[in-house]
Each structure stands twice: as C-alpha cells, then as structure tokens.
C-alpha cells in the first residue's frame, strides 16, 4: 500500500514532535454542565485539506471519511464557535498559541507548540482565538461524513 507523501510527512512530524497534552481548564474553573458561549464567525483562517481516508463499513461505521486539516490562523483570527457533540477531533499546534473558549471552561485555555487536545462528547463546543500577535499553525484530525468535508470555497 503506498501512501501520499503527505501523510507520511505528517506522521514523521506527530512521531517527531514532543508529545503534551495540551493546556487544560483549571480545576477550580471547570464546569459539569456546559454554558452557553458566544457564537463567533471564522477571522482570518486558511484551512487545507492534507489527507482523507474514507472509512466507511470500517468495524460497522456508516459513510464516514477520517480527515487532517492544517489550519493557519491570522494575527487576531477566530476559528468560529462549533461543536464536537458527534465528530471526535484532536488538534495539534504545530507553531504559535492560541486560546480555546470551551463551554465546559469558566476562562481561556491556552493551547502552546507542541502541544495536542481532544475534542469530543455531549455539550463540547468551543471556538479559538489567536491573542498572540503571531500566525498560529494547527493540525486538526477529525471524523466527518461526506457532507462534512469542505467546500472548495473553505480550502
């Protein structure tokens, strides 16, 4: 089986690079039900599609695709307020910090290089915003189905 360049690169890259979990809410500002956060819209992010692996019938999923995006987020960028309620992701920061605004955190996680996170469950919602005055690089692996994928138009 040959696998695109891409995808061996990234893998080099994730088996290369040190490997945190990313920053966390604070115990004493950690919520057991999640809170309504702003809905914000995307500021200032690049997204490219690096690899998909269509999984569909895998161990009995439906028409699933398993995707890994890098994400380029601007000086002062939003990646908009969404949810993780039915599409498992992790996100790794590749360069930069950022901040994540989650529903089930009273304050700011901050998320450094070298870092990762899952994103995942009932209630998950979120949105990130750069405050570092820097361009931030992501790399984000998700489940989606077909109609998930992006649109020629959010590459």
Not at 122 to 139: C, Q, R
Request: with cysteine; proline share 8%.
């Amino acid at each position: 089986m040959r696998l695109p360049l891409t995808t061996l690169g990234l893998a080099a890259l994730l088996l290369a690079a040190p490997s945190a979990f990313a920053g966390t809410c604070p115990k004493d500002k950690t919520l057991t039900v999640a809170r309504d956060i702003p809905l914000r819209d995307s500021v200032s992010v690049k997204r490219q599609t690096l690899a998909i692996v269509d999984i569909t019938g895998w161990r009995g999923t439906s028409d699933l695709r398993l995707r890994t995006r890098k994400l380029t987020v601007g000086k002062g960028g939003i990646v908009p307020t969404h949810e993780h309620h039915d599409r498992p992701s992790i996100v790794y920061v590749l360069s930069g910090e950022i901040y994540e605004h989650s529903a089930f955190c009273s304050v700011p996680i901050l998320h450094k290089t070298g870092e990762w996170t899952p994103e995942f469950g009932p209630g998950h919602a979120h949105w990130w915003e750069n405050k570092s005055g820097k361009t931030v690089v992501l790399l984000s692996s998700d489940v989606v189905p077909p109609e998930g994928l992006d649109k020629p138009e959010d590459m």
